[in-house]
């Protein structure tokens, strides 16, 4: 979703994640997308029919309600590299965990510290290791990340959401009963995805934007030619 008219701050937040994409790829300094995405659980009421000669598999519509659970997703487009980590929520405590496990990942061991794109959600806040962890284990962390946020209606800005699509598409397109085998199953197809390690380029520029999207720039108010 785009703002329907002209927005400083969305203009500000875009540009800082597209000069983000820009940048060259750097192992000491790995870009990160991270986003998360819920998943209902689901049980079959009755068994399927597999299918036989003539007849395709059949699925009764009638499921069984098990709750739901949470998918973070870590995702390193110059390395061609992501992880899933399955939780019953998304706390702050949750966010921090991911964040720990992030940039403990022995991906990034050499990582001087990670720039991490996500939404600004009000649980994605440094405050939060502080929440979740003693004040030295918070630092540790917090020294690690850098955090660049996606604007507010911005959510098409951030990498991550497309590596969800793919996920949804591939892995999440029919009844999972619970969250063990939910994790078993985006585990699978996260180790599947990275061992082709393709890595993903983001072409939409900077100036691409103030060249297509000029309706969202406010008309500035100071004169700069002089």
């Known amino acids: 979703m785009i703002p329907p008219g002209r927005d400083a701050s969305f203009v500000a937040a875009m540009e800082v994640v597209l000069d983000t994409y820009a940048e060259p790829a750097d192992r000491r300094v790995?870009?990160?997308c991270f986003d998360e995405s819920g998943k209902a659980l689901q049980a079959h009421a009755r068994a399927p029919r597999p299918a036989q000669?003539?007849?395709p598999a059949r699925e009764d519509p009638e499921y069984v309600r098990h709750g739901s659970a949470n998918l973070?997703?870590?995702?390193?487009p110059h390395l061609g590299w992501r992880q899933v980590t399955v939780?019953?929520?998304?706390t702050a405590v949750d966010w921090a965990l991911a964040m720990r496990d992030l940039v403990d990942t022995p991906q990034f061991a050499d990582a001087a510290r990670i720039i991490v794109v996500l939404d600004n959600l009000n649980t994605h806040r440094l405050s939060s290791l502080y929440t979740a962890f003693p004040a030295?284990?918070?630092?540790r962390i917090a020294r690690k990340l850098e955090l660049r946020f996606t604007p507010k209606h911005g959510s098409w800005l951030n990498m991550a959401e497309l590596e969800l699509a793919?996920?949804?598409?591939q892995c999440l397109d029919r009844r999972i009963p619970d969250q063990a085998t939910l994790a078993t199953e985006v585990a699978?197809?996260?180790d599947a995805r990275n061992a082709v390690a393709a890595p993903a380029q983001w072409t939409f520029t900077t100036e691409d934007a103030r060249t297509r999207l000029t309706h969202l720039y406010p008309i500035p108010v100071c004169d700069t030619s002089m």
């Open 136 to 139: 030295p284990e918070a630092r």
């Open 53 to 55: 000669p003539g007849q």
């Open 30 to 32: 790995p870009l990160v």
């Open 87 to 90: 939780t019953a929520q998304r």
């Open 166 to 169: 793919v996920l949804g598409r």
């Open 188 to 190: 699978a197809w996260a």
């Open 72 to 76: 973070f997703l870590s995702y390193a």
